[in-house]
């Protein structure tokens, strides 16, 4: 049985966690397959808000498994406190919740090493979420890892102070000042790691394969957007893994040819955390409207999004890098209120105007060209048919779907699960 898959086409925060809660009733197994805790994922039902950071969207209902691919980076200790919060809610997520043994571990030292670099690097750091996920992922392609797997062997500690006393020199060579307790960091490190180990670890491409042969669905997860892809996204201001529909092949040892609904989802109008080009980004008091309407802050930072008009250049790019064959349209009621509605529809760049994304969006290069409509009024949070739609947001909907030629399958009305509206 073929795999979907579902991803942000943005940079990051669309709201997948919502979504991917929203259709695990349809699937067998919930698959993340690239990112970290860097990634946070809110979930909102019966009243509670929901925060997963490593720990697959699926996890709060009874059937699906659970699966943290081998292209996932594995920080313990946020780990367990992430098992710690479900314990509150009588989950059964021992067996649940599989992990595979080709996925990296993060280190107390990588998370040291990410804020020695990035201080290091003074005013063109590039907002880094300094959880340790950029240094693991080098780590990974330097060789030098540390795997789940390794954790099952009788010599993982001999590894991980080979890497760690590695790591110690590093941060010597930064020359800045970063002060830390290895001891104590270690304490908390290797406490997580015995609670890692009571879960099952499993070879997860192999577990998948059979699942498919099984005829078992399966939804593979990606995390942060994809306008942050290492290779497709505004380098350098990126993360450090594919995620792009690509990183589902890689991270998860699944075949290209078994992808068949690739599910993008973005929001209603443009956000992004930390430093990087934004084109559309506002400064003025409709910026701050969405920021404060749509509780623009980060779910694992905790840092204020910055907030545009909806881009549909990018967004355009990122349908055509992942093949997506429907979209999901979040946050469509934050705009209620406004007058009247910009939508990017293509860039002044050095002095041409295009309509793809080029190799650099900074301001200096680009100013985007939009197209303007009409706003609504309407309170879109209590709606529970589209019939129910305001005519301007059924127009706002249909020039989106026109300009991207892919349907919109579902809208995103509010945080909860009920505010979900399929078409």
């Known amino acids: 049985m073929a795999v979907d898959l579902l991803l942000g086409l943005q940079w990051g925060d669309e709201g997948k966690g919502k979504i991917v809660d929203v259709l695990t009733a349809k699937y067998d197994i919930i698959a993340r397959f690239q990112g970290g805790p860097n990634a946070g994922h809110t979930l909102e039902f019966d009243g509670i808000k929901h925060v997963l950071h490593t720990i697959p969207s699926g996890i709060f209902h009874d059937k699906a498994i659970n699966l943290v691919g081998n292209g996932v980076v594995i920080d313990p200790v946020i780990f367990k406190k992430e098992l710690d919060n479900l314990g509150k809610f009588d989950l059964d997520y021992i067996s649940k919740l599989l992990i595979s043994r080709k996925a990296h571990i993060i280190l107390p030292t990588h998370r040291l090493l990410d804020a020695a670099s990035e201080t290091a690097k003074g005013k063109a750091k590039i907002g880094s979420t300094l959880k340790g996920i950029g240094p693991t992922y080098m780590d990974k392609t330097g060789r030098n890892g540390l795997r789940i797997g390794d954790l099952e062997m009788d010599n993982w500690q001999e590894k991980y102070r080979a890497l760690a006393n590695k790591h110690e020199s590093m941060i010597a060579y930064y020359n800045v000042d970063i002060q830390y307790n290895l001891q104590e960091l270690e304490k908390d490190f290797f406490e997580a790691v015995d609670t890692l180990k009571k879960l099952t670890f499993i070879d997860s491409e192999e577990y998948l394969h059979q699942a498919q042969k099984d005829k078992k669905s399966i939804l593979a997860e990606g995390a942060q957007g994809s306008l942050l892809d290492i290779d497709f996204g505004t380098y350098p201001f990126v993360t450090s893994s594919n995620t792009t529909a690509a990183g589902a092949c890689t991270g998860l040892g699944v075949a290209p040819n078994k992808i068949n609904d690739v599910f993008g989802i973005f929001k209603a109008y443009t956000t992004r955390v930390g430093s990087g080009p934004f084109p559309t980004e506002l400064f003025d008091e409709d910026g701050a409207r969405m920021a404060k309407v749509g509780n623009e802050f980060g779910a694992t930072t905790g840092r204020a999004r910055r907030c545009g008009w909806l881009d549909l250049v990018a967004l355009k790019y990122a349908v055509q890098v992942n093949g997506v064959t429907q979209l999901m349209m979040m946050k469509g009621d934050v705009l209620s209120g406004f007058k009247s509605l910009k939508i990017c529809t293509g860039y002044k760049y050095k002095g041409e105007t295009i309509n793809h994304l080029p190799f650099n969006i900074e301001e ?17 949070t209590k709606i529970t048919s589209e019939d129910e739609f305001p005519e301007n947001f059924k127009k706002y909907i249909a020039f989106i779907e026109k300009e ?14 009920k505010q979900t509206i399929l078409r």
């Open 364 to 380: 200096e290069n680009i100013s985007p060209i939009y197209t303007e409509i009409a706003g609504w009024k309407e309170d879109l």
């Open 404 to 417: 991207l030629e892919i349907p919109i399958t579902v809208i995103s009305v509010g945080p909860d699960r």
